[in-house]
Every structure is written in C-alpha cells, then in structure tokens.
C-alpha cells in the first residue's frame, strides 16, 4: 500500500485519534506457548508457526478488536511461539483511547492464559467465570465442568464483560501468562509502515534462522579487547582477522564537499570500500550519513565489518532487516560496550566520541583477551 492512503499521527496528537500502531504482547515467561516454528527441509523462508490452542485462542482475541471498535482495522497479525504483533489502523477518532482498547486485549488474552492454565493443571478444579474488563474485545468462559482445552469455539459474548467486572478470576490460584502490559508504538513517519509490515512478516523467517546458526544471534558477553569489556552478537571470529581499518568520515571532509570540494570525501569513501574488497575488516560506528553510505556498499557487495553501536542488547536482541542476513552468513559482529538502556533513544556527542576512539583501537591490531 503507498504511504499516501495512510493518515499519520502527527507528534503529540492525542492517542485518541486517527493513527498507525504497532503492538507487541510477549508471553512473560517467552515460553513458546502459543505455537510452535516449523522449518520445512531447515528452509527458513518457508518457516510457520503452528498455533497451540492458547494461540488460537489469542488470535481470536485479536480478531474481534474491529469487530467490537469499528473505527479499528488489523492490517497485520504475526502469532509467533512467544508472542504477538499486531498492527492496528485507527481510521476515525475514538471515544476510548487505543489504549484502553489494547488493554482490553491484554486482559482478555491474559485470562484467557490463566484459563488455559486451570484446564492443562493435573490438579485443577473448576474455576469461577473468568470475563476481561469492559474493554477486552473477547470473553472467555469455562463450561459447567472443569474444560479440557480452549480453543475459539470457547469464546463468545459475556454480559458480565460488557458490565466492566473486574473482579471475575481473581481467587483463581493460576500466574497469568501474560504479566507485561503490551508495548504500543504509534508510527509517525512515513516509510514507518511498510519497514513495519515487512518486519512482522519476516518474523517466523528470522527466527527460523536464528535457531539453524544460533551461534552467530546469541549474545555474548566479556569480551575484552584492549583493556575495554564488550557485549557482543555475530561472528566473534572477525576479532581475529590479519587487517581492519576504521571508517571515521571527518567533518571537515564533509564542510569541504559542501562548498564544492567533494573530490577528499569521495576519495576517502571509494578507498574504505576497497580496502573491504581486498578482505579488511571496517570498524566503525557508522554514525554520519556518509558513513552510513559507506555501511550499505558494504552490505550490498556482501563484505566484512564490525559495527559499534552505543546500546546493549536484550537477551532476544535481533538486528535490524540491513544487518540481518549479512549476520546470519557471519558478515558482521556487533558490539557495545554498554548495557542495554531500554530508556535509551537518541544517541549523543560523548558517545560518538568515545565510540569512533574505541573503533580506532580495535584497528591497532590488538587481539582479543583470552
């Protein structure tokens, strides 16, 4: 779809009105409890996920939110083994916020959880009704006897739902699946949706790569080059490479060029490119445009490098689509020396700084401690 059928929320708009979101919900304890990957013939482009009954369930869930809010379109719905993606279209201004509408999701998926617990409990008894709060799109409600399983055919209309009760299941001894309120990203930018569409879509395919070459997407930690501690994830045997050189494009190179005297700059970029051709390993933060440009030469001719970047990584880190494919053929390591900051989202002067210092003394040539 092109960018200009889309309204954009525009910054500080109320999250009440017509807008673009990504919502995240993750299973709390990244159980794959939803489904499972399949990789048929260990081929990751024809990877699946084959959802559990919980996971039916869920989707479910998430497929009654235009039904109950008709303001709401899904455009994309990704059920992964331990969590989900949903994309949502707000395509006129609600009374409720977006929101209240996903935490009635959550709540209505997190009950749901709970109930799917009682039911697979060796121990299990019946349990009391359980109904999310008003503005959980679904219902899910136990037959007379203790269920066996849930699936979508569970699901239906509750009257103590519509009436906001709060109350139902809380004396049932089961943690809910689902603990964490889900993540909310309004999209903004144009280019923000189709990046997007493209990354819930390709989220079996990276996962199914992940698990064929784990080595490469597990994150490692304490690696210690030149009196410094690293995180890293890729291949760590780029360490060990006879050459590398860095890529710090000067700001006097770029002042030049913008008044005309572009042949220093070009000449700089054209060699950090060849130097890569002939098997050095490039070293850089890749923090300027021209830098950046640089990195995607790299990229395209499918050569070496080592990426250092100002933020840590999660335990489930994934690396962005550019760097993805070039990481699970071990054509890149990436490293920080910092833990991962949630909170973190720009970065700033000092750690530019300190990063292209210590891309300049991993190109000394000095090994990594053993």
Excluded at 20 to 43: C, F, K, M, Q, W
Excluded at 104 to 116: D, I, N, P, T, V
Excluded at 173 to 186: C, H, K, Q, S, V
Excluded at 222 to 246: D, F, K, M, T, W
């Amino acid at each position: 779809m092109a960018d200009e059928q889309w309204h954009w929320q525009e910054p500080g708009t109320a999250w009440k009105g017509i807008g673009i979101y990504h919502v995240t919900l993750v299973v709390s304890s990244r159980e794959p409890l939803l489904g499972e990957l399949v990789i048929p013939a260990n081929d990751p482009t024809q990877a699946k996920v084959e959802l559990s009954e919980l996971g039916l369930c869920v989707k479910a869930c998430v497929d009654e939110i235009p039904k109950r809010h008709k303001q709401m379109r899904i455009i994309k719905l990704r059920m992964m083994p331990d969590h989900v993606h949903v994309i949502l279209y707000v395509t006129q201004a609600m009374d409720a916020s977006i929101k209240m509408v996903v935490r009635g999701l959550w709540q209505g998926a997190k009950k749901a959880g709970r109930e799917y617990s009682a039911s697979i409990s060796p121990t299990s008894e019946c349990q009391t009704s359980i109904s999310p709060t008003s503005e959980c799109p679904t219902s899910i409600s136990p037959t007379s006897e203790c269920p066996t399983s849930i699936s979508p055919n569970n699901i239906r209309d509750n009257e103590r739902c519509q009436n906001g009760d709060e109350d139902a299941g809380k004396n049932q001894p089961y943690d809910p699946i689902f603990n964490e309120m889900p993540f909310i990203r309004p999209m903004s930018r144009r280019g923000q949706l189709q990046a997007m569409i493209r990354y819930v879509e390709m989220n079996p395919q990276r996962l199914a790569t992940k698990r064929l070459m784990p080595g490469f997407f597990r994150v490692q930690h304490n690696i210690g080059i030149a009196g410094r501690e690293y995180s890293g994830v890729g291949n760590i045997a780029l360490l060990q490479a006879e050459q590398y050189c860095p890529v710090h494009v000067r700001r006097a190179m770029v002042e030049a060029a913008e008044h005309g005297e572009a042949q220093p700059l070009r000449d700089y970029m054209n060699s950090c490119v060849i130097a890569a051709r002939h098997g050095t390993v490039m070293v850089s933060p890749f923090i300027s445009p021209k830098e950046k440009e640089v990195m995607a030469v790299l990229l395209k001719e499918n050569l070496l490098f080592i990426h250092l970047t100002d933020n840590g990584f999660r335990e489930y880190y994934k690396p962005q689509d550019n760097l993805f494919d070039a990481m699970a053929e071990g054509r890149v390591l990436i490293l920080s020396p910092w833990e991962h900051d949630a909170e973190k989202k720009h970065i700033n002067r000092a750690d530019c700084v300190a990063l292209n210092t210590m891309a300049e003394e991993i190109c000394k040539g000095e090994s990594m401690n053993e």
